[in-house]
């Protein structure tokens, strides 16, 4: 009774009668409406209201979460994109209608869309709408949408740099926030040069909340406009007497930025700010700091703020003694009292370390860091331990010794299951090789060759060869652990790996017998590892009659018969796995074995002639001129199958000839004949001319000998244009310097070098574009007139540079060597290096100076720059 007597009574209110008529529908067909207005006539405002409602107002739209929850139980992507697509019209709609009461909703979730990969630019000129409406939530909205939607690639977002002024001058700290996040986002170069005053103002104000937005918008507006950085100046000097966490971290941030972009900056916060004792002295108050539960991370105070410090402490201290003197204490305090039973801890070491190894710290310092990165390679975090072998592997040529302390630690990490340790490990291994542990770590490493996954055997065999060349101590064992990589691995080897070996044991005269004994061997009945053998083809064929005589001293000699070397040679030969090159190597050594044997001679030319026919024209160009060798020019036949010389790589004129293999480049053997008279394509010649320019630089090709005749020292004057050669050739042979003409000479039978380039610092030969390229530098222990200087080229941009070519020339008066690189792709992040090796003759003990070219593919486009070097250390000339 009293519930029908209260109802009858709300009724009787225009208001609660529309919308309890609306609520249970009886308003939804023409009879009811006009019931409805009659029984309202008295009243007079109502109907007419109720009458605009219908006919203009839509549907109010759905709420965001019911939107998610839609989309949500959608079962296919197609159903899921007709949902999408079904809102959006209604959002398009909505806009056109420009309903004010819906468009923060609309616009929230378009922006859902959006995350959800789905278009949405149509709402652009809704997000300014609700930046310039005065509601917080609607401001909100509309800044996170410009946040998404807008970018300085379009002209839209200069519409709202006015609204930013405003909100920056708002009376609001949280408007005056949404406005300096927005800014700081996408904020272009034109908004930043309009509103950096206003960001300025809010750098200096008491209010912690708008001053760490300040600080970081403060970042952006730098990185935008460079030139506004001395703005920004007064107002960093008392962001660090801050206390609050968020302005320091912010300030830290602010002063990183201004330091990194420029030097004067950053002299000037070292000389008149003395901006290090106040970093040292925030870090100190963090590691003595009790318990905070606002700042504690895992038991250690803001860690985010230390690494930030410890970042910034890094940039000040680089190549500055006194800076580095003032920070050697605090970073001994956090490397020995950081806690690392956590991952936070470890974080803040490996900055500790980085900062260490990067500024001029004392050696026990350093050690302390490194002996840091061999703990972490104890961890049982397979990201640490990727960290600790890549941070060793920057700092290994620099701290030798203390990197060594730790090989056994990295050699176990060759056995990791995961491939990336698996192959910093392998960087790193080669890295620690030299002429004390150099059969250790070979061994070593020729186990993991034999077991390591084919993406690996590539670059581990040109490993050990670079490494076996470089610090062999006989060349027996050369050959040996050479031999033992061709059958381990011998289908992952480069091209040059034949070439080289061969050269090799050419010029091991002691070692023929055994050599070719061994090689016999391993290829009995296993042709699979093909340069394997086309190296033994070569050398039966060369030295085939020391395999049959049993001339073996350094192992017992085997007997072998005439008719079972062919034997093997002719399998090789009709082998399914024997590739073309690999066939015509062992029909070369059939013929070769014609002068060296004396009971199989015919045996020899059927063989011979039956190949004239084949369908391998390679292999049938030989076999025709071999048989015009039986047949017409029998009497010479001795004379030009005689063994072959031994090889030098070097001319009396100096340098070597670049030959590119696999897209590497390779030192090649120089014949001292003169040239033809087509010496070079024009493109070489000019690519050459362009890398040397100067007149008194010995370019890397074969200049002409002085008996040349005048037409072709002509030709060869052209083609070098303005190096300092005579316009016409000299009959007396040039004054020869009293060195041995070959880099080599005597120098491969015992460890060469020095293990470590003591006192010798390293140097930056080139950094620009991402590519960084060092060099170290070692002496020979038996000639002083010998540098060897190992280039590290590294690469820090995001995508991989391949097709690397490193070119380098030097004066006259020195000789030059360039050996085979590691690779030809430089991995992106610095990730990995490739090294190279280049050895210099200098024995005038002049200064050393050289000009480099890089040719490299980066990003689809061939790069290509020049620089010279001249800042060489004394220490590697003198």
């Known amino acids: 009774m009293f519930s029908s007597l209260l109802l009858t009574m709300l009724l009787k209110q225009p208001i609660f009668s529309s919308f309890f008529y609306l609520y249970t529908g009886r308003v939804r067909n023409k009879k009811n409406t006009q019931q409805y207005e009659n029984s309202m006539k008295p009243l007079g405002t109502v109907p007419v209201l109720q009458t605009s409602f219908f006919s203009q107002r839509m549907p109010a739209p759905i709420r965001l979460r019911e939107l998610i929850r839609t989309i949500r139980t959608a079962r296919t992507q197609a159903e899921e994109r007709e949902m999408i697509q079904k809102e959006c019209a209604a959002i398009r709609s909505s806009f056109r209608e420009e309903d004010n009461t819906y468009r923060c909703r609309n616009v929230a979730k378009l922006l859902y869309m959006h995350m959800l990969g789905y278009p949405a630019h149509f709402g652009q000129l809704e997000c300014l709408k609700l930046?310039?409406?005065?509601?917080?939530?609607?401001?909100?909205?509309?800044?996170?949408?410009?946040?998404?939607?807008?970018?300085?690639?379009?002209?839209?977002?200069?519409?709202?740099?006015?609204?930013?002024?405003?909100?920056?001058?708002?009376?609001?700290?949280?408007?005056?926030?949404?406005?300096?996040?927005?800014?700081?986002?996408?904020?272009?170069?034109?908004?930043?040069?309009?509103?950096?005053?206003?960001?300025?103002?809010?750098?200096?104000?008491?209010?912690?909340?708008?001053?760490?937005?300040?600080?970081?918008?403060?970042?952006?507006?730098?990185?935008?406009?460079?030139?506004?950085?001395?703005?920004?100046?007064?107002?960093?000097?008392?962001?660090?007497?801050?206390?609050?966490?968020?302005?320091?971290?912010?300030?830290?941030?602010?002063?990183?930025?201004?330091?990194?972009?420029?030097?004067?900056?950053?002299?000037?916060?070292?000389?008149?700010?003395?901006?290090?004792?106040?970093?040292?002295?925030?870090?100190?108050?963090?590691?003595?700091?009790?318990?905070?539960?606002?700042?504690?991370?895992?038991?250690?105070?803001?860690?985010?703020?230390?690494?930030?410090i410890l970042r910034l402490l890094r940039i000040l201290g680089r190549n500055d003694d006194d800076s580095s003197e003032a920070m050697n204490d605090i970073l001994a305090q956090v490397a020995t009292n950081t806690e690392t039973s956590k991952n936070v801890g470890n974080a803040i070491l490996y900055e500790t370390v980085l900062t260490i190894m990067d500024i001029k710290s004392e050696s026990g310092l350093r050690v302390l860091a490194i002996n840091i990165l061999g703990r972490f390679l104890l961890n049982n975090d397979k990201n640490i331990r990727y960290v600790a072998l890549t941070s060793l592997l920057k700092t290994v040529q620099t701290d030798h010794n203390a990197v060594q302390r730790h090989r056994s630690t990295i050699v176990d990490c060759l056995k990791d299951l995961d491939v990336s340790i698996k192959r910093r490990a392998m960087e790193l291994s080669f890295a620690l090789v030299n002429g004390n542990n150099v059969r250790g770590m070979m061994k070593e490493l020729l186990?993991?060759?034999?077991?390591?996954?084919?993406?690996?055997?590539?670059?581990?065999?040109?490993?050990?060869?670079?490494?076996?060349?470089?610090?062999?101590?006989?060349?027996?064992?050369?050959?040996?652990?050479?031999?033992?990589?061709?059958?381990?691995?011998?289908?992952?080897?480069?091209?040059?790996?034949?070439?080289?070996?061969?050269?090799?044991?050419?010029?091991?005269?002691?070692?023929?017998?055994?050599?070719?004994?061994?090689l016999y061997k391993a290829i009995l009945g296993d042709y699979s590892q093909q340069p394997l053998v086309q190296v033994a083809s070569w050398c039966i064929g060369e030295y085939g009659d020391l395999l049959v005589s049993g001339q073996c001293e350094e192992e017992e000699p085997i007997q072998v018969t005439e008719d079972e070397v062919l034997d093997i040679l002719e399998s090789v030969l009709i082998s399914n796995m024997s590739a073309s090159v690999t066939r015509g190597y062992a029909l070369t050594a059939i013929m070769k074995l014609s002068t060296?044997?004396?009971?199989?001679?015919?045996?020899?030319?059927?063989?011979?002639?039956?190949?004239?026919?084949?369908?391998?024209?390679?292999?049938?160009?030989?076999?025709?001129?071999?048989?015009?060798?039986?047949?017409?020019?029998?009497?010479?036949?001795?004379?030009?199958?005689?063994?072959?010389?031994?090889?030098?790589?070097?001319?009396?004129?100096?340098?070597?000839?670049?030959?590119?293999?696999?897209?590497?480049?390779?030192?090649?053997?120089?014949?001292?004949?003169?040239?033809?008279?087509?010496?070079?394509?024009?493109?070489?010649?000019?690519?050459?001319?362009?890398?040397?320019?100067?007149?008194?630089?010995?370019?890397?090709?074969?200049?002409?000998?002085?008996?040349?005749?005048?037409?072709?020292?002509?030709?060869?004057?052209?083609?070098?244009?303005?190096?300092?050669?005579?316009?016409?050739?000299?009959?007396?042979?040039?004054?020869?310097?009293?060195?041995?003409?070959?880099?080599?000479?005597?120098?491969?039978s015992q460890p060469l070098f020095n293990d470590i380039a003591a006192g010798i610092p390293s140097i930056t030969a080139y950094n620009k574009n991402g590519l960084k390229i060092d060099f170290t530098f070692e002496r020979s222990n038996t000639n002083p007139s010998v540098t060897v200087i190992t280039i590290q080229a590294s690469n820090s941009t995001e995508l991989d540079m391949t097709d690397f070519v490193f070119q380098a020339a030097v004066p006259k008066t020195f000789q030059l060597q360039l050996l085979s690189p590691s690779s030809s792709v430089i991995p992106a992040f610095n990730s990995g290096t490739i090294t190279q090796v280049i050895k210099v003759l200098n024995p005038q003990k002049q200064q050393l100076r050289m000009r480099i070219k890089l040719t490299y593919n980066h990003k689809g486009s061939a790069m290509q720059d020049l620089a010279e070097v001249n800042n060489f250390p004394p220490q590697s000339w003198q």
């Open 131 to 308: 930046i310039a409406s005065q509601k917080f939530t609607d401001k909100r909205i509309g800044y996170l949408g410009a946040m998404l939607l807008l970018d300085e690639r379009q002209d839209v977002h200069l519409l709202m740099t006015n609204c930013i002024k405003n909100d920056l001058n708002h009376s609001t700290q949280y408007v005056q926030g949404l406005a300096l996040c927005t800014l700081g986002c996408m904020g272009s170069s034109e908004m930043c040069r309009d509103l950096a005053g206003e960001v300025e103002k809010l750098l200096k104000t008491s209010n912690s909340y708008l001053r760490k937005k300040a600080a970081l918008c403060a970042v952006h507006v730098i990185r935008k406009v460079p030139e506004l950085m001395e703005m920004f100046l007064p107002a960093t000097k008392n962001l660090l007497n801050e206390k609050n966490h968020g302005v320091l971290h912010t300030s830290v941030v602010l002063l990183t930025e201004m330091c990194e972009r420029s030097p004067d900056m950053l002299a000037h916060f070292r000389k008149n700010e003395k901006l290090v004792p106040q970093l040292v002295r925030i870090l100190k108050n963090l590691i003595m700091s009790g318990y905070s539960p606002e700042h504690d991370v895992s038991g250690i105070s803001d860690p985010f703020l230390q690494v930030r």
């Open 447 to 518: 186990y993991f060759l034999d077991s390591c996954e084919p993406e690996f055997k590539a670059d581990c065999a040109s490993g050990i060869f670079l490494a076996a060349e470089k610090y062999a101590p006989s060349k027996r064992w050369h050959i040996d652990t050479i031999m033992r990589v061709l059958t381990t691995a011998g289908s992952y080897v480069r091209d040059d790996a034949v070439p080289n070996l061969i050269q090799l044991i050419t010029n091991s005269v002691e070692m023929h017998a055994y050599t070719v004994q061994r």
């Open 596 to 748: 060296r044997f004396t009971c199989t001679v015919n045996r020899i030319k059927k063989v011979v002639s039956i190949y004239g026919s084949s369908i391998d024209v390679e292999l049938q160009q030989r076999a025709v001129e071999y048989n015009a060798l039986f047949k017409k020019y029998d009497h010479m036949r001795p004379a030009l199958l005689e063994r072959m010389p031994v090889m030098e790589k070097v001319t009396t004129n100096g340098p070597t000839e670049i030959v590119q293999t696999n897209g590497e480049t390779e030192p090649a053997v120089l014949e001292t004949k003169p040239p033809p008279s087509g010496l070079q394509p024009a493109s070489q010649a000019n690519d050459l001319l362009d890398l040397l320019g100067g007149s008194d630089i010995t370019p890397v090709i074969p200049t002409a000998p002085t008996s040349k005749p005048a037409s072709a020292g002509g030709e060869l004057l052209d083609l070098l244009g303005d190096l300092n050669l005579t316009g016409s050739p000299v009959s007396a042979p040039a004054p020869q310097i009293a060195q041995p003409p070959f880099l080599l000479d005597g120098l491969t």
